[in-house]
């Protein structure tokens, strides 16, 4: 059995494969509703979500009070939104591989990363555009990834086109400077009043902030993304062989790179905005797709897609029961189980990243 | 298909790499693209496959400017078999050859039966169909040259451009892929490295030195050992065997 490109080769495997995992992922959201530091019947979470849902059940018991509030308002939200966020972190990631031709890219690289974590540090420290409203920090910190994004595209385009290397090296640069500005003013602003931890927390991620107005909107984001990407796979696989092998299949890809730089820093930038920064989903995903179905992005990016929306979900109730009275920032638990999984990866003589030699 | 430059100019900077090249293709013609290293050879075939913009001239096919085609159009006429093929993932054979089928999709077009039975029919032209599901990478210099061969098959062009395309094969398969190409019945232009191989196969040759086109003619006509002596600087003879092909023979620097 040859690893490389995938163990399941055929096109029905795929398929079925995709199947399988939305309902895993189905399987999940209503196993995972059961689970939390406060002990609810099995039950009675069912009773709730149906009687939120279609309305049956008594409403003074279901409908208010503690449990339903849990049930509702705490759990199910951030249940949602760590399927839209992991989602959307591993659907980027995948895309931004192929962006850059380089399978170490993540959505952090390209300096969105350090863009988000310098919008955050100014709006915390600094109060900028606090007049945004009280998702300012959020709002900065999106903006922040974005005009990032938009550097590095431009500064990818000085002296000739953009390509795979330049944008790597535009990306790196100003991940380096925005990281620099952060420190400075992490530095020297002397603040007490508890702003610090704030960036800190801010930048190790957390689902806690969940609504049911920013996650639907993410999941929702995160599934038309999935889809408009799954009908790009043709593009995006010629960006795997490089520029010119593309102008001789008919695709010209500098403006489709930029298209998808600019959506893949969207979604980015809409993650950071609800969970702050959740490092190594965008990394790990992607490779553990590819090692199972191959580099063909036709099954890559709705795999990818379904895997991180599980990976993050179960990712959340770790964080939640994990430590007890306490919640453990989701940023450190993924790169804790990240990184490891990514040195087997890399220890594995079958799986090469596709570099060979 | 009938392929043509006229006064194609190339600039890196200070360095004029193509002077002013007329070339002229006629329909199903096997042409042979000759001279040393650094000569513009590989340049020239660019600019015709459309990685290169002349910065003077223009690539005309069928008449019409290249420019004025849209990608898509440019790729359903003129496939490409190039010298390197390194990619930085893995795909399988088939997926690799499957993407030949891309220049006549439209956005949202799945790949069909027919996608697939012509990728099947290229994978066995080139004789890899039992590599179909092995993985690219893991393939040697000789077989990935051959799978490309198949993608540029899939392609379905009426013209076909090699770059130098049996630097990494050994004998057999140069002569293998060489056959192949010739049976094709389609527009061919080949950079040609090996002046036994050039003479074998091709209709026509153009020689090049320095960016210009220095000779061209039916090989037996032009490969005269004055004229290798001229654009290679090496001593050579020629002689032609009992069945009529044209061979070259070199001696060494004394």
């Not at chain 2, 002077?19 to 000569?39: A, Q, R």
């Not at chain 2, 395309?165 to 057999?172: E, F, G, S, V, Y």
């Not at chain 2, 091709?202 to 002596?229: H, S």
Request: glycine share 10%.
């Amino acid at each position: 059995m040859n690893l490389k490109t995938g163990v399941f080769r055929g096109r029905p495997a795929y398929l079925l494969a995709i199947f399988a995992l939305l309902t895993a992922l189905i399987f999940s959201l209503l196993w995972a509703v059961t689970i939390g530091s406060v002990d609810l019947a099995i039950g009675d979470v069912y009773r709730v979500i149906a009687h939120k849902l279609f309305g049956c059940f008594d409403s003074e018991v279901y409908g208010r009070g503690s449990m339903s509030d849990i049930v509702w308002f705490v759990r199910l939200p951030r249940l949602v939104l760590a399927m839209g966020v992991g989602a959307a972190l591993a659907l980027s990631g995948a895309v931004m591989q192929a962006i850059v031709k380089n399978p170490l890219a993540d959505p952090y690289v390209l300096g969105i990363s350090s863009g988000a974590s310098l919008g955050a540090t100014l709006a915390i420290l600094l109060g900028i555009g606090s007049f945004l409203g009280e998702d300012y920090v959020g709002i900065v910190a999106f903006a922040g990834a974005f005009l990032v994004s938009m550097g590095v595209i431009a500064l990818a385009n000085v002296g000739g086109r953009a390509n795979s290397v330049k944008l790597i090296l535009a990306g790196t640069a100003l991940s380096a400077i925005c990281s620099a500005v952060s420190n400075f003013v992490l530095y020297v602003i002397n603040s007490s009043s508890g702003a610090l931890e704030a960036v800190v927390r801010w930048t190790m991620g957390s689902l806690a902030g969940a609504n049911w107005e920013s996650n639907l909107l993410m999941l929702l984001i995160s599934v038309a993304a999935t889809l408009f990407f799954w009908s790009q796979y043709r593009t995006l696989n010629l960006m795997l062989l490089g520029d010119e092998s593309a102008v001789t299949l008919g695709t010209d890809l500098h403006h489709w790179r930029i298209l998808y730089l600019l959506m893949a820093s969207l979604l980015v930038g809409f993650s950071v905005y609800t969970a702050g920064i959740i490092g190594f989903v965008g990394l790990i995903i992607p490779h553990a797709a590819r090692m199972l179905f191959g580099t063909d992005h036709k099954k890559l990016i709705p795999i990818s897609a379904l895997l991180g929306a599980i990976f993050l979900l179960w990712a959340d109730v770790l964080c939640r029961v994990l430590l007890e009275r306490k919640e453990l920032p989701i940023g450190i638990l993924t790169s804790m189980i990240g990184a490891p999984c990514f040195i087997y990866l890399m220890a594995r003589k079958k799986y090469g990243f596709g570099g060979g030699d | 298909m009938k392929i043509e430059t006229k006064a194609v100019e190339a600039l890196f900077g200070e360095n004029h790499i193509l002077k002013g090249i007329d070339l002229n293709i006629e329909d199903h013609e096997l042409v042979g693209i000759i001279g040393p290293n650094g000569s513009g050879k590989s340049t020239l075939l660019k600019c015709i496959y459309r990685v290169l913009k002349p910065s003077a001239g223009a690539v005309y096919l069928d008449g019409k400017a290249l420019n004025a085609y849209p990608y898509k159009e440019s790729a359903q006429r003129i496939a490409v078999v190039a010298q390197h093929n390194y990619y930085n993932f893995d795909f399988s054979v088939r997926e690799v050859v499957l993407m030949g089928r891309a220049p006549h999709k439209r956005a949202l077009e799945r790949d069909t039966a027919e996608d697939v039975q012509i990728v099947a029919e290229s994978l066995r032209t080139v004789g890899m169909d039992r590599f179909a599901d092995r993985s690219f990478s893991t393939l040697s210099g000789g077989e990935q040259q051959r799978v490309i061969l198949a993608r540029a098959l899939a392609q379905q062009t009426p013209c076909l451009i090699l770059d130098e395309p049996t630097n990494h094969l050994d004998i057999k398969y140069q002569l293998q892929l060489m056959d192949l190409v010739r049976d094709l019945d389609r527009t061919v232009i080949a950079a040609v490295h090996d002046l036994n191989i050039a003479a074998m196969y091709c209709d026509r040759l153009y020689a090049m030195k320095d960016g210009r086109i220095v000779g061209q003619g039916r090989p037996n006509e032009l490969l005269t050992a004055e004229f290798i002596q001229n654009i290679y600087e090496v001593e050579a003879q020629t002689m032609t065997d009992p069945s009529g092909n044209l061979h070259i023979l070199f001696r060494p620097g004394i």
